[in-house]
């Protein structure tokens, strides 16, 4: 069973770049496909973006695509959530979540989860 724990978030104007940080223990991170989600107050979590476990093949809500960028470094048991250009929209708890299977864009396929980090983007 992996575990993930989020950091980098912060408080950043409009136009900035925060870099998240997800790191996993706990199990063969090279075995999981990652995703990110967010949340935002009274609204459902929402896919943001998915890796596969090579770290290619790169899926992005078309809402971010062009802004952020997913990686992961597997010696590091790492993935990373590079996000350019932000906007007040972007506000949310972000989270990153580990699938053994397939490299998903829905909540409910994601098994392991971390408890988030919190970005405030202020216009």
């Known amino acids: 069973q992996v575990q993930l724990v989020e950091s980098g978030g912060g408080l950043v104007q409009a136009g900035d770049s925060l870099r998240l940080s997800c790191a996993a223990s706990g199990g063969t991170f090279s075995w999981y496909y990652m995703g990110w989600f967010r949340q935002a107050p009274g609204k459902e979590r929402e896919f943001v973006a998915a890796?596969?476990?090579?770290?290619?093949?790169?899926d992005y809500a078309d809402s971010v695509k062009g802004r952020f960028t997913i990686s992961r470094d597997n010696a590091k048991n790492t993935v990373y959530l590079q996000m350019n250009s932000l906007k007040p929209e972007d506000t949310a708890v972000y989270y990153c979540?580990?699938?053994?299977?397939?490299?998903?864009?829905?909540?409910?396929?994601?098994?392991?989860w971390g408890q988030g980090t919190q970005v405030t983007v202020s216009s």
């Open positions: 890796i596969s476990r090579s770290g290619g093949s790169p």
């Open positions: 979540a580990a699938n053994r299977f397939f490299k998903a864009t829905r909540a409910y396929d994601y098994d392991y």
